[in-house]
């Protein structure tokens, strides 16, 4: 059984009309698509609206129909693709209640950025990206990507948090606004407990992650400019102390002119790589 993320039926047609076309079109006998089609509206609350015609319904009413229409014929692999998206907390329970019942002799792959979902009836959880399993395992384990990385602070106190981070949310408790942060770098905060979501963000945010802790780091050893210039000066004034005492002005003038151009080399690509701005 497949729900892709857009779903659409015959307008035409009842929502009954429009179930048992798709349980024949699977491959079933009248009386096992009768059956079927009964038990599925039943079983996404839709069993009053049975005789409406599919343009009378509500966009929520026909995603509900759509998870029906996957459940026809009782298939051992079930694909849903955002099933939730548009449903009201009650029918997404509803849902998750129905996966939780059928699951046990199921292959059932959810495609979905509704955490809660992932919360309630996923065992296994795989984060994607550019068409890529980046991080897969239990609940636990994808927690455990964001161990000792997910903050929770006042917001008045974000400007002493340590770039890099990621803001996942921000939300409001006892008339005080706090931030849930995901960071990689070492906090004066005490870290918190995390959940599926904050190991999404840091699975996801890695590679991102990493470039802003690079551009960071590059952005304050623009400060240390100073250090290359002196261990020069240091390293080369035992030389021009040489080539003065052997009285060799020529050479000593071709000495400092050469040495003025290194130096002036080394700061402008010292700048160039260090004095990054964000």
Known sequence: GYLPQKFGMYQHLTLNEMLLLIANMKGLDDKSAREGVEKALRLVNLTDCAEKKVKALSGGMVRRAGIAQTLLGDPDILIFDEPTAGLDPEE?????????????????????????????????????????????????EMAACAEGK?????????????????????????????LRLVSSAPQDFAPVKPNVEDGYICAQ?????????????IKNMGALMPVPIAAIYVLALPLCIVQSRNGNAEELRSFVSQFSQGVFSVLSVWWVIFGVRE
Request: aromatic share 10%.
């Open 92 to 140: 997404r329970l509803r849902f998750q209640s129905i996966i939780s019942e059928i699951k046990k002799d199921k292959i059932i792959l959810i495609s979905t950025h509704i955490v809660e979902d992932v919360h309630a009836v996923c065992e296994t959880v795989a984060v994607m990206r550019d068409g890529k399993i980046i991080k897969s395992g239990t609940r636990e």
């Open 150 to 178: 997910t903050y929770i602070i006042d917001m008045d106190d974000l400007p002493k948090f340590k770039e890099p981070y990621y803001k996942q949310k921000q939300f409001d408790s006892d008339g005080k606004y706090y």
């Open 205 to 217: 945010r890695n590679m991102k992650l990493l470039l802003q802790r690079q551009k960071y780091l």
